[in-house]
């Protein structure tokens, strides 16, 4: 903590970095539309919650009490006055430093506080300590948002982060996942959501979900069956990369193969500890042939990932072993060439901003770092 408050005086994270317009693209009826700037999908999402016409599902990690914070507050509760049936998630650690106020919304809003006291916690301390990590809004079914955005000026200005908008049938993979979570965690005091199941079955669109409660890690799998069958490339942009064994040994033997395996990784992120846990992976990926690229003067935090221009994901999970084995997490899973290049032009974008980090400068990087990822290498398993 004192180490990340020295960076932070010294070096804030907050220098401008590249953004690109929303981008939109179809796969089968539905439509998409990738944000990588606050400011645009908070408008875009601030516009459907104002014309919502029967029910809003939002669920989120952080929820500041800052100007933003209050814009979504406010439109939840005109939502509610004309009798829009409004579901709000929030994390109740995630949100400790926000006053407990803020979060008093009107009785004709329906609030489920995800505690972070649970039963079980000194019996399975990664499972019943995970948090709803999740970012999710679902409007009348037909609109849907998911991504690594929480909600805050900060986040807004300052992080790059992407978001997905879905439009059309798919959406169902959204409500799904945050009716199925309303009712496994609500308390008596809440009512039911109905699973209404879904008409449309769009096996090239499918959300993943962690949940930890019932052992349930699919988002894993999903890294691992993609890298698995890459042949030409793949691209990973994560604000925290811990790699468990598994996929580390995936990333390496593609890039045996031949796969142009490229990582792009906050150069210092808002956590200094997760970045010590992250260079100690760089050596053995950069021996073994995967290039990394570190995000400059900024906080990149993304969570998305393309393999051949034909997978991509996009979502809330980043690689390291809280969000793939611990926390409450959702991706999208999406095979389309056209959503493919639409990332993939973010990725180039992205690396405009960053530097390629070689062996050679790694090898000589200064002794206190190398101490420092030493001392903190025992919290790999909690992170």
Known sequence: MVAERFRRH???????????????????????????????????MLDAIDHAQRHIYFETYIWKGDDVGHEFRDAL?????????????????????????????????????????????????????????RKLLVVDDETGFVGGYNIGAHYARHWRDTHLRLRGPAVWELR?????????????????????????WLPSLRAA???????????????????????????????????????????LAAAARGVDVRVLVPERSNHVVADWL?????????????RIFL?????IHAKTATVDGRWS???????????????????LEIVDAEV??????IFTMDLSNARELTYEQWAVRPALNKIGERLVSPLAPLL
């Open 77 to 133: 509760e005109r939502a509610a006055a004309r009798g829009v049936e409004v579901y709000v998630v929030y994390d109740a650690f995630a949100n400790l430093v926000v006053r407990r106020s803020f979060f008093d919304l009107s009785a004709r809003i329906h609030v489920l506080r995800f505690p972070w006291v649970r039963p079980g916690l000194l019996v399975a301390p990664i499972r019943a300590s995970g948090r709803d990590h």
């Open 10 to 44: 010294r070096h804030p994270l907050d220098a401008p970095f590249p953004t690109a317009t929303p981008a939109h693209n179809t796969v089968g009826t539905t439509t998409t539309t990738v944000y990588t700037f606050g400011n645009d999908l908070y408008a875009a």
């Open 278 to 290: 992250a260079r100690g992976h760089y050596g053995t990926l950069l021996r073994g042939g995967v």
């Open 340 to 345: 493919a290049a639409t990332l993939e032009s």
């Open 209 to 251: 979900r962690n949940s930890p409660a019932e052992l349930v890690f699919p988002i894993r799998n999903t890294y691992l069956d993609a890298i698995g069958r890459a042949t030409d490339h793949v691209f990973i942009t994560q604000a925290y990369f811990i790699p468990d064994r598994e996929i580390l040994g995936a990333l």
């Open 176 to 200: 799904n996942a945050f009716v199925g979570f309303w009712n496994h965690w609500r308390t008596p005091d809440l009512p039911v959501l109905q699973d209404e199941g879904s008409t449309s």
């Open 313 to 331: 994901t996009i979502g809330t999970a980043n690689i390291d072993r809280l969000s793939l084995t611990g926390n409450y997490e959702i991706n």
């Open 295 to 299: 995000y400059t003067d900024a906080m």
